[in-house]
């Protein structure tokens, strides 16, 4: 018998509540009651960001249009039919979710407007996300997709709306004209996301802020019409995020968490954050205006002395750095390609993560005064066998040995890889040993992902290699699954050599995966034989333990093997 069923709704909305939604929505053909409660779960998630994207050449073909307008019609019907019945039965709205990639300016604006009508007069409305994409030419009828008076006009409905605690709106939506002519008070409100919303100017930014003095969290991102960004006067606010503005002045002492960034725009940004004494997490990416040398390493630390986490993406820096904190715990580089070396003394660094740039040498990287638990995870694009060499030089060289190295190596596609053993007669033992070697290659080429395997186990030892199935090629599978099975020596026997095949050092393979399970190796290769060839592979992700001999795997000097990680994908 089935007593969950019997449980008050409030108890079943909450079990719901707790799943992913498409699972909470599968629930309602378990049982009459479950469908009922289905029915009437407060939290509505209409997902139309599906829609709205087509080929160019199909802009004018007849066919495709109009079913691009039954598409969006069902999709239109549907959020009406369920949110006027809430609104018909009583109904509690918690949360209202619209994503809606086909948004016409002529239309459609007098449907969300009831739909916020509906939303806005629910007394238990806590989370309203909107994001609005205009259809341009998805239904025959072509127009200027950068107007603002194509923009949808929020309406002042949303404004009856004081239980909201969060907000969030992204897209083609003004808010300028509610901002101006209403009073705005969401005196509960904690989250406030608006991502390129018209705003218009800077006082609609003022006057809305001023009306939410609980936020704790603020995302500002490319709002048009608004290029300068002041935030005060909110001192409950521990987190924010603001991208594409000429000035920036923050003055709340409160702050923990600042992201600041420009990113495509060119244009200088003036930063003003001095007053933000309790930054712990700070990132800058792209703002050209910054320059990061020395200096400017040593101000940030003596102004900001909590600052635990310094993450810097695309910034111009000094071709050498000197990074020295007692309390950093995460330092962070990435495509800043004028770094040529960098020395971190920070004795409570935790991870340490630096993604190069195919073009460019990776920085020297060394630790002075760090534990050896560091775990440091390192980037560079891989695009021949003399990348690998470099890769191996650039291990060599972290000071100290035995600090743990996660490896990210991008594999560019029909990349030009030549074996040659004379090369390898040079590979230094014990190699590097890597922890998680993640892997995902398009690559279709035989000869080219034979050699990459090869290249790889060479230069490396994995613990584990980890495969998102559905991101491999059918032969990188295949080949792969055959070069890690032991039990064919012949196909691989290196008795012709002077020196012995990788796989002589690999002393057993164990198989793990998700969600489905497969123990060995011959179940792999069925299930990749099962397969039709034109056949998109499932989610699944394969992980292969791998026990190395430990004479070629270990660190010098007695110290345990590093835990490292690789990551391989194709780009």
């Not at 000429?246 to 990113?263: A, K, M, T």
Request: hydrophobic share 40%; aromatic share 10%; proline share 4%.
């Amino acid at each position: 018998m089935d007593k969950i069923s019997d449980l008050p709704k409030i108890i079943l909305h909450d079990i719901l509540s707790r799943l992913p939604y498409e699972d909470a929505a599968r629930t309602s053909v378990l049982s009459k009651a479950w469908h009922e409660t289905w029915s009437s779960f407060p939290i509505l998630v209409f997902d139309g960001s599906q829609g709205g994207h087509m080929l160019w050449m199909d802009r004018k073909d007849p066919l495709t249009i109009q079913e691009n307008r039954r598409k969006a019609n069902s999709f239109l019907k549907s959020v009406d039919r369920r949110l006027v019945r809430f609104h018909h039965h009583g109904f509690a709205i918690k949360e209202f979710n619209l994503s809606m990639m086909f948004f016409h300016p002529r239309f459609m604006p007098h449907l969300v407007d009831l739909w916020m009508k509906i939303v806005g007069e629910s007394s238990s409305i806590q989370v309203l996300k909107l994001e609005l994409e205009l259809a341009d030419c998805y239904f025959g009828c072509e127009f200027d997709s950068h107007a603002v008076d194509n923009y949808y006009y929020l309406p002042p409905d949303i404004l009856k709306a004081k239980s909201l605690t969060e907000l969030v709106l992204s897209g083609k939506i003004r808010a300028d004209k509610l901002i101006v002519n209403h009073r705005i008070r969401f005196p509960m409100l904690r989250i406030l996301s608006l991502v390129y919303v018209y705003l218009g100017h800077e006082q609609a930014l003022e006057d809305l802020i001023s009306g939410c003095p609980m936020i704790e969290d603020l995302v500002l991102e490319h709002c048009v019409g608004l290029e300068n960004v002041k935030v005060h006067d909110l001192p409950k606010l521990k987190s924010a995020k603001f991208s594409g503005f000429r000035e920036i002045h923050v003055d709340v002492p409160s702050l923990e968490y600042l992201e600041l960034g420009n990113g495509k725009l060119e244009f200088p940004c003036d930063i003003s954050i001095d007053k933000c004494r309790n930054l712990k997490v700070f990132i800058l990416e792209a703002v050209s205006s910054v320059f990061v040398s020395n200096q400017w390493l040593r101000e940030l630390f003596d102004k900001f002395p909590f600052l635990e986490t310094l993450e810097l993406s695309g910034c111009v820096t000094s071709e050498s750095l000197m990074i020295s904190s007692s309390r950093l715990k995460v330092l962070s580089f990435q495509a800043c390609l004028e770094l040529k070396e960098a020395k971190i003394d920070a004795p409570n660094l935790e991870s340490c993560r630096y993604y190069g740039n195919s073009s460019h040498m990776p920085a020297a990287i060394s630790f002075v005064n760090c534990s050896n638990q560091v775990d440091f995870d390192f980037g560079f694009p891989l695009e021949s066998r003399m990348d690998l060499k470099r890769l191996r030089a650039f291990f060599q060289n972290i000071a100290p040995i035995n600090v743990m190295v996660s490896l990210y190596l991008g594999i560019m596609r029909a990349s030009s890889i030549v074996f040659n053993e004379d090369v390898l007669q040079n590979v230094q033992v014990p190699l590097p040993r890597i922890k998680e070697l993640r892997l995902s290659v398009a690559e279709k080429t035989e000869e080219f992902c034979v050699l990459l395997i090869n290249d790889l186990f060479w230069s490396f030892r994995p613990a584990i290699i980890s495969l998102n199935v559905r991101l491999c090629s059918r032969i990188f599978l295949k080949l792969l699954l055959e070069k890690l099975r032991c039990n064919n020596e012949e196909e691989r026997c290196c008795s012709s050599s002077q020196m012995k095949c990788w796989w002589h050092d690999l002393k057993d393979v164990k198989v793990r995966s998700y969600p489905e399970k497969y123990e060995n190796i011959s179940d792999c290769e069925a299930l990749l034989d099962s397969m039709p060839l034109n056949f998109s592979f499932p989610a699944l992700r394969l992980n292969f333990q791998l026990e190395w001999d430990s004479l070629h795997t270990s660190l010098s000097g007695g110290v345990p093997a590093s835990t490292n990680s690789c990551c391989i994908e194709d780009s």
